[in-house]
Nanobody, 115 residues
C-alpha cells in the first residue's frame, strides 16, 4: 500500500523560506503526476502546485513566483521550495497525485508563518 510522508514544515517569519518533502513508500511516484495541497482550519483543501511525470510544473496564482515544485524519482521524493513566505501561506501541507488525489493522504506538515 502506498504511504506518503510529508516533512519540512515549521515556524518561519514572513519573508522566510522552507523546503517541504514528500516521501513515498509502497509505490513509485514516477508513475504519477503529483501535487502539493494545503488546508487551513477554516478552508477546504486547496491545490498549490503540481508537477507532471515529465517535469512540467503548474502553480496556483497565490504562490506563483515564490514556490518551486520538483521531484527526484530516484529518491521517490517530491519537494516544494517555498520562498518569500507570507502569513496567508500558513496551513497544513499535503502531497498527493493530480488530478483526483488517488493516493491515501499522509499526515501533512504544518507550516506557520508568523513574526
Amino acid at each position: 500500500q502506498v504511504r506518503l510522508v510529508e516533512s519540512g514544515g515549521g515556524l518561519v517569519q514572513p519573508g522566510g523560506f522552507l523546503r517541504l518533502s514528500c516521501a513515498a513508500s509502497g509505490s513509485h511516484l514516477s508513475v504519477y503526476d503529483m501535487g502539493w495541497y494545503r488546508q487551513t482550519p477554516t478552508n477546504l483543501r486547496e491545490w498549490v502546485a503540481s508537477i507532471s511525470r515529465g517535469g512540467r510544473t503548474n502553480y496556483a496564482d497565490s504562490v506563483k513566483g515564490r514556490f518551486t515544485i520538483s521531484r527526484d524519482n530516484a529518491q521517490n521524493t517530491m519537494y516544494l521550495q517555498m520562498n518569500s513566505l507570507k502569513a496567508e501561506d500558513t496551513a497544513v501541507y499535503y502531497c498527493n497525485s493530480v488530478p483526483g488525489q488517488r493516493l491515501p493522504w499522509g499526515q501533512g506538515t504544518q507550516v506557520t508563518v508568523s513574526s
